[in-house]
């Protein structure tokens, strides 16, 4: 069965940290690369960072650059967001993507609506930031 499952979400303070975690299963991550979109309460869907399945680099929204970190564990099928710095502005649902034509990162995370160029998606997981 083709899957992506996020998890590691949950209640943070201002200021922690919460690592997310992205596995798949079904097709493997030596292909196709995965990228993060998170979705706040009454916001459009935006694009956090991106690693390539072709030869692993990594990008990130401009915005999410210094906080966050994108790397991936292709022996455990797995792609994982360190969080840091949290802050209230960052709650949201967290979800990783891949898109089996194919897609790059810079597009999907630089374009506006680039998640639409997305077409798999995990169920996604909370991440409340509050004291």
Same mark, same amino acid.
């Given at each position: 069965q083709v899957q992506l499952v996020e998890s590691g979400g949950g209640l943070v303070q201002? $200021? $922690? !940290?919460?690592r997310l975690s992205c596995e798949a !299963? $079904?097709?493997s991550l030596d292909y196709y690369g995965i990228a993060w979109f998170r979705q706040g309460p009454g916001k459009e869907r935006e694009g956090v960072a991106c690693i390539s399945g072709r030869d692993g680099?990594?990008?990130y929204a401009d915005s999410m650059k210094g906080r966050f970190t994108i790397a991936g564990d292709k022996g455990k099928n797995t792609v994982y967001l360190q969080m840091n710095n949290l802050k209230p502005e960052d709650t949201a649902v967290y979800y990783c993507a891949t898109d089996f034509e194919g897609f790059g990162c810079t597009v999907v995370l630089g374009a506006a609506l680039g998640y639409r160029y997305l077409g798999f998606w995990g169920q996604g997981t909370l991440v409340t930031v509050s004291s």
């Open positions: 201002p $200021g $922690g !940290s919460l !299963s $079904g097709f680099s990594t990008y």
